[in-house]
């Protein structure tokens, strides 16, 4: 087993739109990376990140959302890059259908595992018209959650049932959205979380959204401080990666040179 983060570009917004108590004059770069997980009984994607066609996907979204964009090499050019095997990918898995995160489906020919809650959102809700432009050609792969508990999440699904990733229904920023934990044979432990929080301040200090991004942005606030109390209380055990924090994937590497041997 290993993991690989694949940077795909980042975005520019305010600190202070970012958690609460941040600054106007600050400004941070959000990420938007995939993440690559090698497993001996298949591969995954967390997330995409930006797509080849990210100029049109943000002109898909709300003037109010929209920020300047930095983009880089997307994950399959990345991928591709390395000398890997695609055919090794068994799909991608949302932490949620947004689209800094479903963008880079647009040139990634593989399943999409998305639960039935998500799936539903990203049909019907405005914040999903762009994974419903890069989705359309994709196969489904919708998932569903047993009854155990995780790590206090209510519900959650045994990928490989080894123990090795595990996916979490959070809910609270979209109504199927998911944490996806990793442990590798070196106990060396991950939480995707997501958007529960953009930020690792957001977990350091227990921090919602400001007010008016909490209305714009989550389907559920309560469940999400919800979710931040049950991250935070996890962050001394692994690392805890806020999808939109730069910093969160410093330890994770990038793809080797040479994936092809």
């Known amino acids: 087993m290993a993991i690989f983060q694949l940077p795909t570009g980042t975005y520019e917004t305010r600190a202070a739109f970012a958690v609460q108590g941040g600054s106007f004059r ?3 770069n959000f990420a938007a990376t995939a993440v690559l997980l ?4 298949g591969d995954f994607l967390i997330d995409a990140g930006f797509g080849e066609h990210v100029a049109e996907h943000v002109k898909l979204l709300p003037r109010v959302v929209r ?3 930095q983009a880089g090499s997307t994950a399959r050019q990345q991928l591709q890059r390395a000398g890997y095997d695609l055919e090794r990918l068994r799909g991608v898995i949302l932490t949620h259908s947004h689209w800094d995160h479903a963008g880079g489906l647009d040139s990634l020919p593989v399943p999409i595992w998305i639960n039935a809650a998500e799936r539903k959102y990203a049909a019907t809700d405005a914040a999903g018209k762009v994974f419903r432009v890069v989705s359309s050609d994709h196969g489904i792969h919708e998932y ?6 995780y790590l206090g999440f209510p519900k959650s699904l045994d990928v490989f049932g080894d123990g090795s990733m595990v996916i979490a229904l959070a809910g609270g920023h979209t109504t199927g ?6 442990t590798l044979p070196s106990s060396e432990r991950y939480a995707f979380i ?3 929080t953009w930020q690792l301040d957001g977990i350091q200090r227990r921090l919602e959204r400001p007010w008016l991004l909490r209305k ?3 389907s559920d606030a309560a469940q999400v401080r919800q979710g931040i109390l049950r991250v935070a209380s996890l962050n001394e055990l692994m690392h805890v ?3 939109h924090d730069v910093h969160a994937y410093d330890g994770i590497p990038l793809l080797p040179a040479d994936m092809s041997q």
Do not use: N, W, Y
């Not at 090698?38 to 009984?41: C, L, V």
């Not at 569903?144 to 508990?149: E, K, R, Y």
């Not at 959205?177 to 990793?182: D, G, M, P």
């Open 216 to 218: 714009l942005a989550d």
């Open 38 to 41: 090698m497993h001996p009984q």
């Open 144 to 149: 569903t959650f047993d009854d155990h508990a």
């Open 241 to 243: 990666i806020p999808a």
């Open 177 to 182: 959205s998911v944490v996806v934990f990793v």
């Open 194 to 196: 997501g958007d529960i």
């Open 26 to 28: 600050e400004k941070r």
């Open 67 to 69: 920020a300047p964009h």
